[in-house]
């Protein structure tokens, strides 16, 4: 099933140098274990392709049910050096949120999960 | 020692609302308020300020902020403290002192006053000695940009605020001390909490973390059930009620808008973070795995279960220098087929950049509206879009290129695509590019030291 993270979780971001970090944080306890299991690096370095020049980090914060991402050279140089409108990474937070995981049906109606609308 | 401390936020950042100190003395009580000036590239402009005029090179609203809480520190003892003091915190702390005499209130004001950040006069000896402050992004060393280097300051920790309050102040003025170590210092100093007490000094730097962006932690910015945010125009600033054993409440005045729950604090801690487990301040290393929040109340959130751990051998330092300039300018095109005229004014732009023979390090082009701020992940763009905005920016080490790029937007609008407008600013102003430059530097370098003196 098709799911947005849009309908899973909130997200907030910031910058460091010409690095944007973005915390991504389940609505429910129990919707964690889908960020954990799902919101891989790997996913979100495909999902950011060709918008960051560097690899993706990832950390966990279980206590907060959040998720933070470190996406490098994402930022066009950062700080001051930076052209770009979001110069500070301010709405990374929102683009992180346009993306959709695939989640087995199962696991997806067991957790009461929100489908994506077709 | 008292059973709780109060630390109220009243400045997010430099520029934040000149309305928050004063609502914040006057809301409720406080022991302490707590004004954040201090961003990355703040240094570098005050810095510029001071070249131009010594008096200068401080975050000159807190003179302002002071002037409209000067009742409450003379009169109720709220302590202020503040990184207000930039390059020139003596500067910054004369003119504090004459508002002081101006309002009346210069016999209950005692001034601390932090310095011994600013490794400016030190740099080339520093380098000579060894300490090649390398670019902690990319591993270069300072000496390559070493002609161009505005400022250069080490970000100092809790220790000289807690001396200065211990002697007295209750008006502490720093240069760059880290904008946690404005909130854990007063914890610090209340309930004596030792160097090593690693706990308890990292509950005080996650305490400063969660309100150093002011209403950034209680409804302001936050993306949760924004919509359902009571009254932001009355949006309360945040404040930390601290206890002796490191646990401590965040909430805000009573009769305030925005929001404090565990959702608008979890965005706050999420802020601008790195590997949660290791956030590295002079004092201490915080856990923020460790961090655990209960609401408790109507907006009170409860913090506890922080761990700390001992700290590394090396302060960070902020360094600013010259990067050459830039400018951004922007037009407005209209429905029908707004985006098409936008992108077709942009390659016309280009080219005659181009045959110009203008060469710049960086030129972007962005269409505000269709995909500005998240790129191809927007998708395509409605074909109705009522109007976009054409951004081009250019950045380069030649002023005069940069400065005949700002010529070339205005012809656009009767020599280019059709439905144009919104030139009404005029040309982009051309800007000169201050970098950072962050570096690390051995902590036996850098001796902060404190006044404290009469206003």
């Excluded at chain 1, 560097?54 to 991402?69: D, T, Y």
């Excluded at chain 2, 923020?288 to 960070?316: A, M, W, Y």
Aim: charge should be neutral.
């Amino acid at each position: 099933m098709k799911v947005r993270l849009l309908d899973l979780a909130h997200a907030r971001s910031g910058d460091k140098g010409d690095t944007a970090n973005v915390g991504v944080i389940a609505f429910k306890p129990e919707w964690f274990g889908v960020l954990r299991s799902h919101l891989t690096a790997e996913r979100v370095a495909e999902h950011f392709k060709g918008e960051i020049t560097g690899p993706v980090q990832r950390f966990e914060l279980p206590n907060l049910l959040a998720v933070n991402f470190l996406l490098h050279g994402a930022l066009g140089g950062g700080g001051t050096l930076s052209l770009k409108t979001d110069a500070q990474g301010k709405v990374f937070s929102t683009a992180m949120l346009r993306l959709v995981l695939d989640i087995p049906d199962g696991e997806a109606q067991a957790l009461k999960l929100p489908e994506a609308p077709r | 020692m008292k059973p709780l401390v109060r630390v109220a936020a009243g400045q997010g950042f430099w520029g934040d609302w000149l309305e928050a100190p004063r609502r914040q003395v006057e809301g409720g009580p406080i022991d302490y308020l707590m004004l954040d000036y201090l961003a990355e590239v703040t240094m570098s402009i005050l810095q510029k300020q001071k070249e131009r005029d010594p008096a200068m090179g401080y975050a000159r609203d807190f003179i302002g902020a002071m002037e409209s809480v000067f009742p409450a520190v003379a009169a109720r003892g709220v302590k202020v403290i503040a990184n207000a003091g930039g390059v020139n915190p003596d500067a910054c702390a004369k003119a504090v002192g004459a508002a002081a005499r101006s309002a009346g209130v210069a016999a209950q004001v005692k001034l601390g006053i932090v310095t011994g950040d600013d490794l400016l006069p030190r740099l080339d000896a520093l380098l000579a000695a060894g300490h090649a402050l390398k670019n902690m992004d990319t591993g270069a060393p300072l000496s390559s940009v070493r002609d161009r280097v505005l400022s250069a300051n080490a970000y100092l920790g809790s220790r000289p605020i807690v001396d200065a309050l211990a002697r007295g102040a209750n008006v502490v003025i720093t240069g760059r001390s880290t904008d946690t170590a404005l909130t854990m210092a007063p914890l610090r100093h209340e309930f004596g909490w030792g160097a090593e007490d690693w706990d308890k000094l990292a509950a005080g730097i996650v305490a400063g973390h969660i309100i150093e962006c002011g209403a950034q932690c209680s409804g302001g910015n936050c993306l949760r059930d924004w919509r359902t945010i009571p009254d932001l125009a009355n949006v309360g600033y945040p404040i930390v009620e601290g206890a002796p054993d490191g646990t401590f409440l965040v909430t805000k005045h009573p009769n305030t808008g925005g929001r404090v729950d565990v959702s608008t604090i979890s965005e706050q801690l999420v802020y601008e973070m790195g590997d949660p487990k290791s956030y590295i301040t002079p004092d201490v290393i915080a856990d923020f795995t460790s961090i655990q929040l209960e609401n408790s109340g109507k907006d009170r959130v409860r913090v506890h279960g922080i761990r700390g751990r001992p700290p590394t051998d090396s302060l960070k330092v902020s360094i600013a220098y010259r990067a050459g300039y830039k400018a951004v300018g922007t037009l407005v095109y209209a429905w029908p087929e707004a985006l098409d005229k936008a992108e077709l004014a942009g390659r016309v732009l280009r080219e005659r950049l181009n045959r110009l023979g203008l060469r710049f390090d960086e030129v972007r082009t962005e269409f505000v509206g269709a995909s500005a701020t998240h790129g191809a992940l927007a998708g395509a763009p409605s074909p109705d879009l009522a109007e976009v905005q054409l951004r081009v920016g250019v950045r380069g080490e030649d002023r005069k290129m940069v400065e005949r790029f700002t010529r070339e937007l205005a012809p656009l609008v009767l020599n280019g695509p059709p439905s144009v407008t919104g030139f009404a600013g005029g040309r982009p102003k051309v800007e000169d590019v201050v970098a950072y430059w962050p570096a690390l530097i051995d902590k036996r370098e850098v001796t902060p030291q404190v006044r404290v003196e009469a206003a």
